[in-house]
């Protein structure tokens, strides 16, 4: 049973990694303006994710030490350094995304204004952070996000044309009034949320907050070969069922309350009650994951101590980190900028600096002083490989597609 509970870590990382409030809307577009036509970008991220993590978790658990930490010492302070900045840049932007995404779920709930919603929601975040329990956050909003799943059974309960899904899946071509610019752009946008940095700095430093040792391998791969591909479901109930409800119609979405009316269409209230449940949880789980992220990756490369488990008085430096990047979130928030635009935006600059925190993974996978035996094998390597070119690529078209296409519109 202590097995089986310790893979909500898996499910805790994949749920805040796919299916955050940025992820939702950007999938949700995606269906509503391409049809099912992006489904390929998903597989393709869910196998990409599934490469770095492993690795990343492998390198944890043979190590018995964080990413972050080896990072410095395997590449040396100044290129470990500008790996820090671009992916503490990139995870401030994503904790300011997620906590507006929470005030998002309350706003649908309550009708007040996000913004009245956003200090409780960073109140609430540094004192379930200080206050409970590791394990206790991860089974709480990682199995609540599970709630998703009810959009993916709203595909069928929908009763689409099935045909016309299957046509979409394998279409060469943008549907008309689309152009080939906008399409990229989204395929760059959702693969680069499947991969965002912050999804395995988290995931490898719960692990050895969970004190994992070699003997825990496999329960890191189940983490990572069950927990990501779930998140990966999950954001396609929100392609499909937004290509089923809004394309045809032609009608973009762009809110947070378009991208949740499916489910309310094929459940009615209980099934609107389910999702608003399931996108609080996962978007709380990746407010939790990015600010918790945050302090990992600082402390880790400056060698303070560091640990959720740890008090502030044991770990000051650490839980200053995560207190601070709250409060910058905040005042982002605060100056009225759109939480769902502030996320797209996350997402382009995420595929800028990809190559950045993704190569150093690669090459400490494969170094023989970190990992005896456990070094990638010719299989790893080639998907390691393959995965290095494709998260180059998309750093190259990111900013180009973002100027092409003013953000998609």
Same mark, same amino acid.
């Given at each position: 049973m202590k097995?089986?509970?310790?893979?909500?870590?898996?499910?805790?990382?994949?749920?805040?990694?796919?299916?955050?409030?940025?992820d939702i809307v950007s999938t949700s577009e995606a269906g509503s303006r391409f049809g099912l036509a992006h489904t390929w970008v998903l597989i393709v991220g869910v196998i990409g994710i599934c490469v770095y993590a492993e690795m990343a978790g492998r390198v944890t658990v043979v190590s018995t030490r964080p990413v972050f930490d080896l990072i410095r010492e395997r590449l040396g302070p100044r290129a470990a350094l500008v790996n820090l900045l671009g992916s503490y840049l990139i995870t401030l932007l994503t904790l300011a995304a997620e906590i507006g995404g929470v005030a998002l779920a309350l706003q649908l709930i309550s009708g007040a204004p996000y913004l009245l919603w956003v200090p409780a929601v960073a109140l609430v975040l540094w004192l379930a952070l200080w206050r409970v329990r590791f394990e206790t956050l991860e089974r709480i909003f990682g199995l609540g996000g599970l709630a998703l799943v009810i959009l993916v059974v709203g595909i069928f309960w929908l009763h689409p044309p099935f045909d016309t899904l299957r046509a979409q899946t394998i279409s060469t071509s943008p549907p008309p009034g689309e152009n080939w610019p906008t399409y990229w752009f989204l395929a760059v946008a959702l693969f680069a949320s499947a991969m965002t940095p912050y999804e395995v700095f988290f995931f490898s430093s719960g692990g050895v907050e969970e004190r994992w040792t070699p003997r825990d391998l496999t329960l890191s791969r189940i983490n990572v070969f069950l927990g990501f591909p779930l998140g990966g479901?999950?954001?396609?109930?929100?392609?499909?069922?937004?290509?089923?409800?809004?394309?045809?119609?032609?009608?973009?979405?762009?809110?947070?309350?378009?991208? +949740? !009316?499916?489910?309310? /269409?094929?459940?009615?209230?209980?099934? $609107?009650?389910? %999702?608003?449940?399931?996108v609080f949880a996962a978007t709380f789980g990746a407010a939790m994951e990015t600010s918790l992220s945050a302090g990992?990756?600082?402390?880790?490369?400056?060698?303070?101590?560091?640990?959720?488990?740890?008090?502030?008085?044991?770990?000051?430096?650490?839980?200053?980190? +995560? !207190?601070?990047?709250? /409060?910058?979130?905040?005042?982002?928030? $605060?100056?009225? %900028?759109?939480?769902?635009?502030?996320t797209e935006y996350m997402l382009i600059f995420s595929a800028v600096v990809l190559p950045l925190t993704y190569l150093p993974i690669l090459i400490i996978a494969n170094d023989r002083g970190y990992l005896g035996d456990r070094v990638n094998g010719p299989f790893a390597n080639t998907l390691g490989v393959v995965y290095l070119v494709v998260v180059a690529a998309a750093a190259v078209a990111a900013i180009p597609l973002m100027v092409m296409t003013g953000m998609g519109g």
């Open positions: 097995k089986l509970l310790a893979i909500t870590l898996g499910i805790l990382t994949a749920i805040g990694g796919f299916v955050d409030i940025g479901l999950l954001a396609f109930g929100f392609l499909a069922t937004s290509a089923i409800v809004f394309h045809p119609l032609q009608v973009s979405v762009d809110t947070l309350g378009q991208a +949740v !009316l499916p489910a309310g /269409l094929a459940f009615g209230q209980v099934g $609107l009650g389910l %999702i608003i449940l399931g990992y990756a600082v402390a880790q490369y400056f060698g303070w101590s560091w640990g959720k488990a740890l008090r502030p008085r044991q770990a000051a430096r650490f839980h200053t980190v +995560v !207190l601070i990047s709250i /409060l910058l979130a905040v005042a982002a928030l $605060l100056s009225t %900028i759109d939480p769902i635009q502030l």
